[in-house]
């Protein structure tokens, strides 16, 4: 693995590119930039896209027990009482009485178990825990708020901006949701809570479903969109932000446990599946964590997480709960709405369970493209060595999937040519037209981008219809018809 300070300039470095390369910018940066809140450029709004159709394709269009939907992001209040958000929703937190900041307490103890990885074991690090603080995890946010201040103690963890020593108050719990209010007069009647998760309304439409289409259990709902939580420790680029997109799933299945369980169990693979295959990251960087009994959210009886390895540590991308049905019997009670499922086959009543894989598509963005960017060295024909920038995009998630460059712009016929296999290709996909510098600096620009593929149009082109279509992984060329192409 690599040391802290390597891995976290090996993220500069990628986020160094994304602001440079039309991916992502800083919100309201001409103000001062409004901290750790981000906007999608030219090419990481295209990115973002091409994940959440890769996933809707995968997830809504190619299964028939799936079903899209789009909500609203605010809801009747009595949505997040009845959801136990109002009550529950929150992490834990805690002061430094010298400074003033807020800092979460899992994630600084996280950090500093980081540091002993680099000269424990992961066994000797869990032996160390049960004899000092007598707990048998590496997972903070489950030991509960006394031994995570006795941690901090007893480890002297330090305010990690200042790198000095800290006093630290107790750790409390903090609400993370984040409210807003509706119509011209403030006041506790017209506040309305900023979703903190897209799922809620997949719950409250579930009779709307029912009355409205075919679906029979087991059947899903879909659908992407964005949420609010007030962080109070955002940051790592996109990795926790306070404005964020979700593209959640929830999918109900009978009101029996085991059936529940063995569907949690698929989810596990059909989720694996996703991301080794659909997304294509590094099947190395992938692990499923399951979540220990303290750690379980307010509504889940089994949790797992898909996490990613990134620079720095395996944090969580995805989460994939059984929350049983919890949410619908909520619903059902606070609204006095029958929330049960009438099985058609036999003719039993019942409130269903259900399973939810809730992607991040933010952090989806941010690990697909640690995942694929990489400085390759390469020789040059002198035998000097340059360092070639390339972001090895999967085809379906590259922003540019084609760069079309004729040869030399002063020349008319050449530039026709081109411009019409742009006009051709761009119906199909998203293309790049560049007649500008020599052509070993065009390649450079789009491998930078990750553009899977650049066309050339030379003097042959305007004879036989040919064009030289480089690789960007291989850095080969072949000519090819552009019939071929076109196909
Ligand atoms: P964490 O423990 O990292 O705060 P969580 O367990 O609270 O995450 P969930 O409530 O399970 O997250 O949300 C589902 C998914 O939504 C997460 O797996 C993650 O991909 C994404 N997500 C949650 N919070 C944020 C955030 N603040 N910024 C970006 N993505 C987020």
């Avoid at 309304?201 to 992407?224: D, H, V, Y």
């Avoid at 750690?295 to 059984?322: I, K």
Wanted: hydrophobic letters at 35%; a negative charge; aromatic letters at 14%.
């Amino acid at each position: 693995m690599a040391s802290a300070s390597s891995s976290h300039f090996w993220l500069d470095i990628v986020v160094a590119r994304a602001k440079r390369k039309w991916f992502v910018y800083p919100w309201s940066d001409i103000y001062g930039w409004l901290a750790n809140s981000w906007d999608y450029g030219p090419y990481g709004s295209l990115v973002k896209k091409n994940i959440a159709d890769a996933r809707w394709q995968y997830f809504v269009q190619e299964r028939d027990d799936i079903y899209g939907m789009d909500t609203a992001i605010l809801a009747h209040p009595r949505t997040w009482e009845a959801s136990g958000h109002v009550s529950n929703f929150g992490d834990f937190l805690i002061d430094d009485k010298k400074t003033g900041q807020r800092f979460r307490p899992d994630k600084l103890i996280e950090d500093d178990l980081e540091q002993k990885r680099q000269s424990l074991s992961e066994e000797d690090l869990l032996k160390f825990l049960a004899q000092t603080y007598g707990v048998e995890n590496t997972v903070p946010e489950s030991w509960g708020p006394d031994v995570m201040l006795a941690y901090m103690k007893g480890e002297s963890i330090k305010n990690p901006d200042t790198k000095k020593d800290a006093e630290w108050t107790d750790i409390r719990k903090f609400t993370l949701m984040l409210s807003t209010h509706l119509g011209p007069i403030e006041g506790d009647a017209s506040k309305v809570w900023m979703r903190p998760e897209t799922c809620q309304s997949l719950f409250t439409n579930f009779k709307n479903i029912l009355n409205t289409t075919r679906a029979r259990i087991p059947f899903g709902l879909a659908q992407i969109g964005k949420a609010f939580r007030n962080e109070i420790t955002p940051g790592q680029f996109l990795y926790r932000t306070r404005e964020f997109e979700q593209m959640e799933i929830e999918y109900f299945v009978p009101n029996d446990p085991e059936i529940a369980l063995k569907s949690h169990q698929e989810w596990r693979d059909i989720s694996l599946y996703f991301w080794h295959h659909i997304i294509k990251l590094n099947p190395d960087r992938i692990r499923v964590r399951e979540h220990e009994q303290d750690e379980l959210s307010h509504y889940s009886s089994a949790t797992m997480d898909v996490e990613y390895l990134y620079p720095w540590w395996w944090w969580e991308l995805q989460g994939l709960a059984y929350r049983g049905n919890f949410d619908l019997t909520q619903h059902q009670q606070f609204s006095g709405t029958d929330m049960q499922y009438h099985d058609p086959k036999t003719g039993k009543r019942y409130v269903p369970h259900v399973i939810e894989p809730s992607f991040g598509l933010s952090r989806t963005v941010m690990a697909v493209f640690l995942d694929c960017y990489d400085e390759e060295v390469i020789e040059k024909n002198d035998g000097s060595t340059d360092t070639r920038v390339v972001i090895r995009f999967p085809f379906a998630l590259a922003p540019v999937k084609y760069a079309i460059f004729p040869l030399m712009e002063k020349d008319e016929a050449m530039m026709t040519l081109a411009r019409d296999l742009f006009k051709k290709l761009s119906k199909k996909y998203y293309c790049e037209f560049d007649s500008s510098g020599n052509i070993g600096k065009r390649y450079r620009r789009q491998d930078e981008i990750g553009t899977p593929y650049c066309l050339t149009i030379d003097h042959q082109s305007l004879e036989d219809g040919t064009i030289t279509i480089r690789d960007r992984d291989t850095m080969k060329q072949e000519r090819i018809s552009i019939d071929s192409l076109l196909g």
